[in-house]
T-cell receptor
């Protein structure tokens, strides 16, 4: 199966700073998602983005499928952005099944 | 609002005592998933249903079973919980294409 690498593993920011999280895939994917896990453990779907660029408020994501990576941008970070960010990918005919990366633990300090 | 609901949110059981976790959805998605997540780890897929077809991951222990009586509901049965089964259990749903949507999870404690 595909391997998913996320970087950095940990990130500490001051409120208001911008950040970029990266996700690399060992093989081509045709399903790619970004999630935020809040302090209570729920995974929130941020983006479904197998290719291209999407924006939702202060968050945006870009996937370059041909180069097997995706980026998540967080602008003007807030303390509520803290948590773990996971990317996950799927490939082939069963691409609805996801392989998760190990996550990036983001801490935003006031 | 369309959503994925999990009950209970917290479950305490004794070593070896069977436990059932439930998941329901109002999204009318045809795929439902169960994940296990231990502290500081990524979610690990246990199995999924594509409509009524059950698909077990190769490394899912036999101790874990699942039932999907209809489109809306899915259950996770742990026949004889061990201390190593203490974890967060996450249910998710999706269509064949598009994003997966997760419930709030059930945190299982095994005494």
């Amino acid at each position: 199966g595909i391997q998913v690498e996320q970087s950095p593993p940990d990130l500490i920011l001051q409120e208001g700073a911008n950040s970029t999280l990266r996700c690399n895939f060992s093989d081509s994917v045709n399903n790619l998602q970004w999630f935020h896990q809040n302090p209570w453990g729920q995974l929130i779907n941020l983006f479904y983005i197998p290719s291209g660029t999407k924006q939702n408020g202060r968050l945006s994501a870009t996937t370059v499928a041909t180069e097997r990576y995706s980026l998540l941008y967080i602008s003007s970070s807030q303390t509520t952005d803290s948590g773990v960010y996971f990317c996950a990918g799927g490939s082939g005919g069963s691409n609805y099944k996801l392989t998760f990366g190990k996550g990036t633990l983001l801490t935003v300090n006031p | 609002d369309a959503m994925v609901i999990q009950n209970p949110r917290y479950q305490v059981t004794q070593f070896g005592k069977p436990v059932t976790l439930s998941c329901s959805q109002t999204l009318n998605h045809n795929v439902m998933y169960w994940y296990q997540q231990k502290s500081s780890q990524a979610p690990k897929l246990l199995f999924h249903y594509y409509d009524k077809d059950f698909n077990n991951e190769a490394d899912t222990p036999d101790n874990f079973q699942s039932r999907r009586p209809n489109t809306s509901f899915c259950f996770l049965d742990i026949r004889s919980p061990g201390l190593g089964d203490a974890a967060m259990y996450l249910c998710a749903t999706s269509r064949i294409t598009g994003g997966q949507f997760f419930g709030p999870g059930t945190r299982l404690t095994v005494l």
